[in-house]
């Protein structure tokens, strides 16, 4: 095992890795911003360095300057987590050839994947059901016309280096087809500094759900589905394990093709470490969408009902362990549901950056369960929010033996998680667990349009 891991993050994600190396006996090292010098992550580890500014590409985006700091701290491994750096291949080999294991996928699987488009096919290829569309990229007007005909209205025009709904967008019609064309370029370009974008078919009203993978180079397993279906704007508000969509009719026929497209799609690629497959659900039939090179926000609800420890076992397939369990082995107990604490506006969902006056959890914020709730949170009172980094402060989850439970527990967590100096998002998730439809378990991705 290793003595010393770097974790190249922030936040949460950088508090909840420092906890798995320390209970496995590893040292850890932070790197920080300006902006996070005195941090909730910074502190959480043995030694801290410091990146450079606040703004992430003079910092955490800097991959000379994490590796440097791992030289210089003598760690053996970095961790990304997710975000920032977690799923540039040319980091993950910049790692390999300085001598530090890169705690995620082999350099090779990650380049497979990074674009989207050709990821597609590489999936079709190994027999797994992927969402229709163009065969590639369209380069052309004439070309996303002709695609366009082909797939038929409406679609959805995604760039394909994308990630996090950026540089998605929705078209009805050839002119809205010419629209979203030029404007997915133009963010693709400015987000990932590549304009490339290809085109799938649109479906209304679908569930998403994804399945964690964890693979050690030899075998690969499926640790269960989960419900991603509530989203703004492409982006996860409040994910579930098991996926609601299974339970409520029970269709585990279903469940075990889609735990199974999920491990078809990591062995397509020689996937190994964290990683999830996520598909779209569209009546009995699921379309696969992309493979995230990485470990996922929503990981806890995974955690909670297998009762693994995913970040403890990246680190030690990291080392060259072999996973513990087989598939059969895999079992699940109870119900997990996580919400997304962001500071944000909860009506006009803008950004809310600022001093964090008050930070009061419902339970201690140590990524432990008690009595049901457990928190994972990456700031305290007297903590600033800043512009130049996500508006993720926390994540809440329940867990109960039924969906119910945890639903009640859930609701009253929130009512007992206090911010001040920042607006959150907590009045959103309490109009979502009262609500008549998720109770009933009616999800889709249009969900919050349809809320009340």
């Known amino acids: 095992m290793f003595k010393k891991v770097l974790i190249a993050n922030r936040g949460e994600i950088a508090c909840r890795v420092a906890r798995a190396c320390r209970a496995l006996g590893i040292k850890t090292v932070a790197v920080y911003s300006d902006a996070d010098e005195k941090s909730l992550h910074a502190l959480a580890c043995d030694e ?3 990146l450079g500014p606040a703004p992430a590409r003079e910092s955490y985006l800097n991959a000379d300057l994490v590796i ?10 970095i961790h990304p987590g997710y975000g920032f750096l977690s799923e540039q291949a040319d ?21 497979a994947l990074k674009d989207k488009s050709q990821a597609r096919g590489v999936m079709r290829d190994a027999g797994v059901p992927v969402v229709p569309g163009s065969g590639g990229h369209v380069t052309d007007e004439a070309g996303a016309k002709a695609a366009a005909l082909a797939v038929g209205y409406p679609l959805l025009v995604k760039a394909a280096a994308g990630g996090g709904g950026i540089g998605m967008q929705v078209a009805k019609d050839e002119a809205e087809l010419m629209k979203a064309l030029r404007a997915c370029a133009d963010r693709a370009r400015a987000s990932f500094g590549k304009d490339s974008v290809y085109l799938e078919r649109y479906f209304p009203l679908p569930r998403h759900v994804e399945v964690q993978l964890m693979g050690d180079g030899t075998t690969t397993l499926a640790l269960g589905a989960r419900e991603c279906s509530i989203q703004r704007r492409h982006q996860k508000v409040i994910e579930e394990a098991p996926a609601t969509a299974f339970e409520l009719p029970s269709r ?41 090179a990485r470990l996922q926000v929503e990981h806890p609800v995974t955690e909670l009902t297998t009762g693994l420890d995913l970040v403890q076992m990246q680190l030690k397939i990291a080392a060259g362990e072999k996973l513990p369990l087989t598939q059969a082995e895999v079992k699940s107990h109870g119900y997990a549901i996580e919400a997304r604490i962001n500071a944000e506006d909860p009506v006009k969902f803008f950004p809310s950056p600022g001093p964090v006056k008050r930070f009061d959890t419902p339970v201690p914020a140590d990524g432990q ?17 800043t512009p130049h980094y996500d508006s993720l402060l926390a994540k809440l989850i329940a867990y109960g033996d039924t969906r119910a439970e945890a639903t009640k527990r859930l609701e009253h967590a929130l009512t007992n998680f206090h911010v001040e100096g920042v607006k959150t998002n907590i009045p959103l998730h309490l109009r979502i667990t009262r609500s008549e439809m998720f109770a009933k378990g009616e999800l889709d991705t249009h969900f919050l349009e349809r809320l009340q």
């Open 68 to 77: 440097a700091a791992a030289r210089q701290t003598g760690a053996e491994a």
């Open 252 to 292: 585990p026929e279903l469940r075990e093709k889609l735990l199974e497209a999920g491990v078809r799609a990591a062995k397509a690629v020689g996937y190994a470490n964290a990683g999830t497959a996520e598909f779209l659900l569209v009546g009995d039939e699921f379309f696969f969408i992309e493979l995230n």
């Open 48 to 50: 801290k360095v410091r």
């Open 369 to 385: 369960l008690h009595d049901g709730i457990r928190v994972d949170a990456g700031y305290r009172a007297g903590d600033t929010v």
């Open 91 to 111: 980091f993950a080999q910049a790692c390999a050839d300085a001598g530090i294991t890169f705690v995620g996928p082999p350099p090779s699987a990650m380049r």
